[in-house]
């Protein structure tokens, strides 16, 4: 066995599935296990006992990949959950059009021994250590985005709808969704008391005009990697970092993609707010409104500094001073 193919067997891909784990070594084996503690016990047995890996990667899949990645860093293995997005752009850069659970861990195990810029780990990538109330938190916020689609969705149907009963019935329902998304509310800011580190952060944030409780702990919940990254990969993070489009004759103008959208839809409310009455963004809202930038456009700007004036207070641990953000 040559030396290039030991440091080949050093990066690993796992396709993740509700009810399977495929697993690929760069240019080597293969294997397929149940998404089950026992064989995610077997797996992980079967990693630490082969030569020291260097990279473990996976996509994100909607909580399925929890297990594992628990179980892999408990282990002290490097794991690293990658941006869905960026590895996508990765299977159009190689050409592979195949598509299958143990095609994707094969491409996965590719992509894990590409170089840091084409994984965009520059970009600020941060892992951060197994914390079980961050993950509640997450967890709840979830849950809460997904009651607010669903209160919409009923809140739509009713205006639809002329039967009595059927009214009625949709009107329990909506009561029930909305008690529900109350509870989850109060069991969130329940998590936050438990940890002094949180409460900090809340406070901070809530120093910044604009961001309100709601704001405030939507941060706490969906962008845990606040205040460990520059205020690119956080603006990036939650999808408000401007992507040029220009190419040969086309000069299309900047357009924000990807990001987290749940927590982006409710700092939007925020730049709103932080848009008339924030004392550093009202007036650079109003610059850029009389340059003739739509307001929408203007708006997401207003949220970009909103996020770099809340990675700046978490990384600092001081109150927002009202400075113009650079």
């Known amino acids: 066995m040559t030396l290039s193919h030991l440091l080949d067997n050093t990066f ?3 396709d993740v599935g509700g009810a399977g ?6 240019r080597g084996d293969s294997a397929h296990y149940a998404n089950r503690p026992d064989a995610i016990a077997t797996l992980v047995e079967r990693l630490r006992a082969g030569p020291p890996l260097t990279r473990i990667v996976l996509e994100p899949t909607g909580g399925y990949e929890k297990p594992l990645v628990k179980a892999l860093r408990q282990a002290q293995l490097p794991v690293e ?14 050409g592979v059009k195949a598509k299958s659970d143990t095609s994707d861990a094969r491409l996965l195990a590719s992509y894990a021994a590409a170089p840091d810029e084409v994984r965009g780990r520059k970009a600020g990538h941060v892992e951060l250590p197994e914390d079980a109330i ?16 669903m209160i919409h969705a009923e809140t739509c149907r009713l205006g639809t709808v ?29 998590l936050v008391r438990q940890r002094l580190d949180l409460q900090r952060d809340q406070r901070l944030l809530k120093t910044i005009k604009g961001i309100g409780p709601k704001s405030a702990l939507a941060f706490l919940a969906s962008v845990p990697e606040l205040g460990r990254i520059d205020n690119k990969a956080a603006t990036a993070l939650i999808g408000v970092a401007p992507f040029v489009r220009n190419s040969g004759t086309m000069n299309a103008p900047a357009r924000i993609h990807g990001g987290r959208a749940a927590v ?63």
């Open 12 to 14: 690993v891909g796992i």
């Open 21 to 26: 784990l495929d697993v690929a070594w760069h």
């Open 81 to 94: 959950i990658i941006h869905t997005t960026r590895f996508k752009a990765y299977r159009q850069l190689v």
């Open 134 to 149: 961050r993950e509640a938190l997450s967890e709840l916020a979830s849950r809460r985005d997904q009651l607010k689609h």
């Open 162 to 190: 002329r039967m009595i009963e059927l009214r009625q019935a949709i009107e329990n329902h909506l009561e029930t969704l909305k008690a529900e998304d109350k509870q989850v509310h109060r069991m969130m800011l329940a």
């Open 264 to 326: 982006r839809s409710i700092l939007y409310m925020a730049a709103v707010t932080a848009s008339r009455h924030n004392p550093v963004l009202r007036p650079f809202y109003e610059r850029l409104i009389a340059k003739g930038k739509p307001p929408k456009v203007a708006l997401i700007a207003v949220l970009r500094r909103l996020v770099v004036f809340a990675n700046a207070v978490i990384r600092s641990g001081q109150p927002w001073k009202g400075a113009t953000a650079s």
